[in-house]
Structures are given as structure tokens and as C-alpha cells.
């Protein structure tokens, strides 16, 4: 079985544009979270989404938004790109967004360079 | 901010000794507890995980103790091998009614020593 595949693997861009991250998660697998990992403030929340559904969302500014297909591929968006969203952007998905279904099983990630 | 934090950020051990990696969680309706690990230049990678029903789970040379009184989790690896230095990162997961969503402390280096 095929783990999470996130596209593309790294991308530089400048400031004031905007990018589109990529992630297909496990077949079979409904609830894609998507997580920013830098080094000082470790794995930060963005979003979950769950048919087609955000069903929670992090404390991050509305640059930063996303959405899931049918075939629950995801992807996320940042706009007005700023230096501090440096980062690796993590996807992860799991069976549903409950407990009994809330291990995570995460890609390799999208290094994001801002310059 | 993070409820889920650990003790130490890094932590070096000696080949075939075993390693207890430590973590403190403030939430007390955290239902549900797991540890990653992760490999530079590679994603988090599931390791094991606990329910708050249960004081111990038990996988391969790993354990997971937890301890609701205090608030503590600990990842223990028997007999660690180099192949374990990575960043390893504990997880709480908050249900509230429909919504849970899984918080990470910052995470702790293990180093080994050949």
C-alpha cells in the first residue's frame, strides 16, 4: 500500500506570492491533516479536512487555506507568501477524525523556501 | 500555544543502553497518546500509542508508559541502536464532541553513541 505522497518535494518562491502544496493520502484513508514544522516552534496545526469538510483549523491567519477532492486528495494554499512561512509543510492522513481512527500516518513533507 | 511539552531537548545515550524519553501533557481530557518518530529529512513515523483507558502498551523494544496522576508520558527503547537517533515527538489527542485534533510537543533528539 502506497503512504502519503506530498508534491512537490521542495519549492522556492518570494515574498508577496502565492503557492498550492499537493498531498494524496493512503487509499482507503478519509481525513487529511496538514501540519507546518519549523525548527523553533516544532509541528504547529493548520487544518483537517474529512469529505470534502474542514472540520477543524488552527491558529493560523486566512492566508492559509485548503481543500479535499472527492477522492480525498488535498491540497493547501498560502497566499501573500511571507519570509516566516519558511517551512516544512507536513500532510498526514488517517482513517477519520475521531479517536479510534486518529493515528496519523504522515508524508515526507514540502520544504518551502521564502525568499 | 502547545499543551504538550518535554523535559529535555536532547537526550545522548550509549549503544545498547536503554533510553526513557519523557513528556508532560496539561490536558487531562487528552484521550488518546502516541510518539513519532522522525528521521532527518523524512516525515513523522508512527511508533506507538496509548489510550487514556490504558497505563502501559508494549510494541517492539518500545514501551509506552502512562501516567494520569502527573500527567506524564514516557517512551521507553530497549537495547537502542543507532538506527534510533532521530527527533522523537509525543502526541495528545483532545476530543471535543465531534472534533479532536492531535497537538505535538516540540520534540527531543536522541543520540546514540557507538
Known amino acids: 500500500k502506497a503512504g502519503v505522497t506530498q508534491t512537490p518535494r521542495y519549492l522556492i518562491k518570494t515574498r508577496g506570492q502565492q503557492v498550492t502544496l499537493s498531498c494524496s493520502p493512503i487509499?482507503?484513508?478519509?481525513?487529511v491533516s496538514w501540519y507546518q514544522q519549523t525548527p523553533g516552534q516544532g509541528l504547529q496545526f493548520l487544518f483537517e479536512y474529512f469529505s470534502e469538510t474542514q472540520r477543524n483549523k488552527g491558529n493560523f491567519p486566512g492566508r492559509f487555506s485548503g481543500r479535499q477532492f472527492s477522492n480525498s486528495r488535498s491540497e493547501m494554499n498560502v497566499s501573500t507568501l511571507e519570509l516566516g512561512d519558511s517551512a516544512l509543510y507536513l500532510c498526514?492522513?488517517?482513517?477519520?477524525?475521531?479517536?479510534?481512527?486518529?493515528?496519523?500516518?504522515f508524508g515526507s513533507g514540502t520544504q518551502l523556501s521564502v525568499l | 500555544g502547545e499543551s504538550v511539552g518535554l523535559h529535555l531537548p536532547t537526550l545522548s545515550v550509549q549503544e545498547g543502553d536503554n533510553s526513557i524519553i519523557n513528556c508532560a501533557y496539561s490536558n487531562s481530557a487528552s484521550d488518546y497518546f502516541i510518539w513519532y518518530k522522525q528521521e532527518s529529512g523524512k516525515g513523522p513515523q508512527f511508533i506507538i500509542d496509548i489510550r487514556s483507558n490504558m497505563d502501559k502498551r508494549q510494541g517492539q523494544r518500545v514501551t509506552v508508559l502512562l501516567n494520569k496522576t502527573v500527567k506524564h508520558l514516557s517512551l521507553q527503547i530497549a537495547a537502542t541502536q543507532p538506527g534510533d537517533s532521530a527527533v522523537y515527538f509525543c502526541?495528545?489527542?483532545?476530543?471535543?464532541?465531534?472534533?479532536?485534533?492531535?497537538?505535538f510537543g516540540k520534540g527531543i533528539t536522541l543520540s546514540v553513541r557507538p
Open positions: 502526541a495528545e489527542n483532545i476530543s471535543s464532541g465531534a472534533n479532536s485534533k492531535l497537538t
Open positions: 498526514a492522513s488517517s482513517l477519520g477524525p475521531w479517536t479510534g481512527q486518529r493515528k496519523l500516518f
Open positions: 487509499s482507503g484513508h478519509r481525513s
